[in-house]
């Protein structure tokens, strides 16, 4: 059964820096992996989205890479600022469902 | 850029009700999906639907819910007689491929039974 995790559960950041988000997932058969954002209480907000044959998507100060042997994917900030303030949840389109999996999500605080 | 719409973005309602929740997904897609958040858990499948008919559910979908395309352009979920634990964040979901393209959320129905 595929398991999507992310790492840290938290961050807290101080405005400015870069920094890097986790997801990994434990069955490499997929067809997509799809990064999205989510704002307290809000609806889901896609950000990038990854075919299994990409490597990596760029989106602004965002890019996302993908592993797919390995189940990992990244999701970059550059420059972060207050307004990143939010969830970051990493989905997996399943090759075995047809479903799309989600992670357990990184609330992510940039400090000013 | 074009969206999901979902309504009412809130609705409360006593155990035992019914509930119909909406969505307008996005033209041109073709596959409609139901997705809920408990709160602090992870989002969920509900129910995938193509074609007039249902093509995935879930084992929380069970008689209590049902999904509907009464027209070309709406997407409804009902849920019979709604429990406690129905109290969730819910979200349609479009997209135009069934696995390779990505989907669009809605901004998501909260609902709260009481």
């Known amino acids: 059964k595929q398991e999507v995790t992310q790492i840290p559960a938290a961050l807290s950041v101080p405005e400015g820096e870069n920094l890097v988000l986790n997801c990994s997932f434990t069955d490499s058969a997929i067809y997509n992996l799809q990064w999205f954002r989510q704002d307290p209480g809000k609806g889901l907000t896609s950000l990038l989205l990854?075919?299994?044959?990409?490597r990596e998507q760029t989106s602004g100060r965002l890019n996302a890479s993908l592993d797919k042997s390995s189940g990992r994917s990244t999701l970059y900030i550059a420059a972060s600022q207050p307004g990143d303030s939010a969830t970051y949840l990493c989905a997996v389109m399943d090759g075995a469902t047809n479903k799309l999996i989600f992670g357990t999500g990184t609330l992510l605080a940039v400090q000013p | 850029e074009p969206e999901v719409t979902q309504t009412p973005s809130h609705q409360v309602t006593q155990m035992g009700q019914e509930v119909i929740l909406r969505c307008v997904p996005i033209?041109?897609?073709?596959?409609f999906y139901w997705y809920r958040q408990i709160l602090g858990q992870k989002v969920e499948f509900l129910v995938s639907f193509y074609n007039n008919e249902i093509s995935e559910k879930s084992e929380i979908f069970d008689d209590q819910f049902s999904v509907e395309r009464p027209d070309g352009s709406n997407f409804t979920l009902k849920i019979r007689s709604t429990k406690l634990e129905d109290s969730a964040m819910y979200f349609c979901?479009?997209?135009?491929?069934?696995?390779?393209?990505?989907?669009?959320f809605g901004s998501g129905t909260r609902l709260t039974v009481v």
């Open positions: 033209s041109n897609h073709l596959y």
């Open positions: 979901a479009s997209s135009w491929d069934r696995v390779k393209g990505g989907y669009t």
């Open positions: 990854i075919q299994s044959s990409q």
